[in-house]
């Protein structure tokens, strides 16, 4: 069977933003909280390789002693969360880097497969990750780039990667 359906590109169809504080459905984010003041828009500060969401689950050891073969179930998820983004020359403008300091809190929350400037609505799907900033680590030099900063994002609850946004 020849699949002819058209691969999903990534080129300006991520929307990322940084809600201060929590959520009160990491479910269904309404689209007041995503559009509240305070809110930031992130996506023109990460770089292109920089949105690094990395979930994953442990594996649970449920092999018996009279077991011939080594089994193991489904375990805890976690996630391993980190964002590296754009300085700015204008400190006012080096939004990302004033924004993610060391234990701020807030939601992040990731729209993908659409253009990144269309504005949330109701039904749209997303990814909320509830996280609290680490230090963030500028990156050294290289040649012919920005300055870069990476930040660890601990997820101090647990977020939902198929989340509707609400009305």
Not at 100 to 128: F, I
Request: net charge negative; aromatic share 6%; glycine share 6%.
């Amino acid at each position: 069977m020849t699949n002819t359906a058209t691969d999903l590109l990534n080129d300006g169809m991520i929307k990322v933003t940084w809600v201060p504080g929590a959520l009160a459905d990491v479910s269904n984010p309404t689209l007041a909280e995503l559009t509240a003041p305070g809110v930031v828009d992130l996506q023109w500060f990460v770089t292109k390789d920089g949105l690094d969401l990395k979930p994953d689950t442990a594996a649970v050891d449920n092999t018996a002693l009279a077991s011939t073969e080594e089994t193991q179930d489904v375990g805890m998820d976690s996630h391993d969360n980190s964002l590296t983004c754009k300085r700015k020359e204008d400190s006012t403008q080096d939004v990302a880097y004033n924004t993610l300091t060391r234990g701020a809190v807030g939601t992040l929350v990731v729209r993908r497969n659409l253009p990144e400037a269309t504005a949330y609505a109701a039904g749209q799907n997303v990814e909320t990750y509830p996280s609290r900033c680490g230090l963030p680590a500028l990156q050294p030099p290289e040649k012919n780039a920005p300055q870069k900063f990476m930040v660890k994002l601990f997820n101090y609850a647990s977020g939902d990667q198929r989340a509707t946004v609400a009305a």
